[in-house]
């Protein structure tokens, strides 16, 4: 089992930036990779970005360029740091991990809300 705990999020205005941390702790020597997903009001869940274990890193198109994933795999954290903020970013932000063989593991979310 995998606990998944985030931390950070909170309201910022348009064009600030925020990070956001998630600690992965228990059965962690099995996680093949750690990310972040996100999910607006009335949208679907969406994957914001995504870094394994050996390094390769996958953001969404709409997060390219301003948003970077950053992972300690020996401390298990992984971190969102977002820049250049708008307001569509607006959302809850879901911290996962996943094992190698394929289960995730979810943390509880945490809101963020970019002002205009």
């Known amino acids: 089992q995998v606990h998944v705990v985030e931390s950070g999020g909170g309201l910022v205005q348009a064009g600030g930036s925020l990070r956001l941390s998630c600690a992965a702790s228990g059965r962690t020597f099995g996680i093949s990779a750690m990310g972040w997903y996100r999910q607006a009001p009335g949208k679907q869940r969406e994957l914001v970005g995504t870094?394994?274990?050996?390094?390769?890193?996958d953001y969404a198109d709409s997060v390219k360029g301003r948003f970077t994933i950053s992972r300690d795999n020996v401390k298990n954290i992984v971190y969102l740091e977002m820049n250049s903020l708008k307001p569509e970013d607006t959302a809850v932000y879901y911290c996962?991990?996943?094992?190698?063989?394929?289960?995730?593991?979810w943390g509880q979310g945490t809101q963020v809300t970019v002002s205009s």
């Open positions: 996962y991990a996943r094992e190698y063989g394929g289960v995730a593991y």
């Open positions: 870094k394994s274990t050996g390094g390769v890193t």
